[in-house]
């Protein structure tokens, strides 16, 4: 089974709110990724943070990391349409291999 | 430097026939990955290498799949006797682990399979 798993599997929202996603895993980490994919497409890492780290900021991107709670979360402020896209988690428990999630389908309406 | 290229973007075979597939990582990290991810899924560990050295292959990969990483630069992902569960997108990924640790994968866009 997959290490990380991504909550709620689909969000849709209006152009302009924030979208929060969650990822809970099993096993301690080195660090954790996020990553986003659009359709048929490669993904691209959004940020990482590590096992010591609890919050980063990346533009309109915020992460928190709850090492005891074994969570991370996604925030995205002030969505656009573009923001659409599969969202993962992945974690890093292996020194350097990461396993994904099934991963968050994010819809933003114009 | 363009990013990790991956070659062909689309492959259609028969049920049977072997199939290679080609990935150029970064030129400067010395971390390649191969994941497997159908639709609806996350992407599937398959193998990785440091360098030319294979360090870890999937137990789920069947001895069907090979990989190498000759001269720690380009790699192939090798599947002979293709069968129609193999219909699926191969993504290639490279990293760096230089300077104290991962700083996340740079990926592909994938090599998208169909055996029919």
């Known amino acids: 089974s997959q290490q990380g798993e991504e909550d709620p599997q689909a969000l849709s929202i209006q152009e302009g709110e924030n979208a929060t996603m969650n990822c809970s895993y099993k096993t301690s980490i080195n660090n954790l990724q996020w990553y986003r994919q659009n359709s048929g497409r490669g993904l691209v890492h959004l940020i990482l943070i590590r096992s010591n780290e609890r919050e980063k900021h990346s533009g309109r991107l915020r992460v928190t990391l709850d090492t005891s709670k074994k969570s991370s979360s996604l925030l995205i402020t002030a969505s656009r349409a573009a923001d659409t896209a599969s969202y993962f988690c992945a974690t890093d428990f292996n020194a350097g291999k990461s396993t994904f999630g099934d991963g968050t389908t994010l819809t933003v309406k114009p | 430097d363009t990013g990790v290229s991956q070659d062909p973007r689309h492959k259609i075979t028969k049920r049977g026939q072997n199939v290679t597939f080609r990935c150029d990582p970064i030129s400067e990290h010395n971390r390649l990955y191969w994941y497997r991810q159908t639709l609806g899924q996350g992407p599937e560990f398959l193998t990785y290498f440091q360098n030319e050295a294979q360090l870890e292959k999937s137990r789920l990969l069947s001895d069907r799949f090979s990989a190498e990483r000759p001269k720690g630069s380009f790699s192939t992902l090798e599947i002979q006797r293709t069968e129609q569960g193999d219909s699926a997108m191969y993504l290639c990924?490279?990293?760096?682990?230089?300077?104290?640790?991962?700083?996340?994968?740079?990926f592909g866009s994938g090599t998208r399979l169909t055996v029919v």
């Open positions: 990924a490279s990293s760096s682990d230089l300077a104290g640790g991962n700083y996340g994968y740079t």
